[in-house]
């Protein structure tokens, strides 16, 4: 005589399943897209009056990429090779050329007076630019501000800028401020030569 087959409990299986799919969102880490780091100013206080300065066309360095990853900086094309060194320039100004950004007397906290360049440099980009071109353009950009703040304060300090203690950071900050601009994409025309 046969033995009549036996019923599979499924309540416990689905319990299985479950306490299997619980293990596997626990376990299972999701991959978390990070963009550019940057600090923004703070938000101005509503009391605060606005200076609205115009600022001289030599003190603004545009650097444009188009749509073909075509790089260009104050109108003349070149390769990214070349941009941090272009950049140091323009923003020290050691020549004190007059197409050149000027310098302002400045009185910083704590360290005194010195002169502190009025350059911007302004990034603006096509809509069709790679993300890799711009990465490339804005680590370009950012490594020639660090490098003049590292050169201000090896001269001042005797260390280089993330050797120095906050005070000291501060100063430098304040000697060779951040300043750059980026533009919304736009449609940028590609030029041809």
């Known amino acids: 005589m046969a ?4 019923d599979i409990n499924a309540g416990s ?14 376990t299972t880490t999701m991959d978390v897209e990070t ?3 940057r600090r923004l100013p703070p938000m101005p206080d509503e009391n605060q009056q606005t200076e609205v300065e115009q600022i001289n066309k030599r003190n603004i360095m545009v650097v ?4 073909s990853d075509r790089l260009f900086a104050r109108g003349q094309e070149m390769h990214i090779t070349m941009l941090k060194d272009k950049v140091k320039e323009f923003l020290t100004n050691p020549a004190n050329l ?3 950004p000027e310098k302002r007397e400045k009185e910083i906290e704590g360290f005194g007076t010195t ?3 009025r350059a911007v440099v302004s990034l603006q980009n096509h809509r069709g630019t790679s993300y890799n071109a711009y990465i490339q353009v804005q680590n370009e950009l950012v490594k020639a501000f660090n490098e003049v703040r590292d050169e201000f304060a090896m001269q001042h300090f005797g260390k280089k800028y993330d050797s120095l203690e906050e005070d000291q950071q501060r100063i430098v900050r304040d000697a060779v401020p951040l300043n750059l601009s980026e533009r919304e994409p736009s449609e940028v025309k590609s030029r041809r030569r």
């Open 3 to 6: 033995r009549p087959a036996g």
């Open 13 to 26: 299986m689905a319990d299985i399943a479950f306490l299997l799919l619980i293990f596997f969102l626990v």
């Open 35 to 37: 963009g550019i780091q």
């Open 64 to 67: 444009l990429i188009n749509s």
């Open 98 to 100: 007059p197409d050149m």
């Open 115 to 117: 002169m502190v360049s």
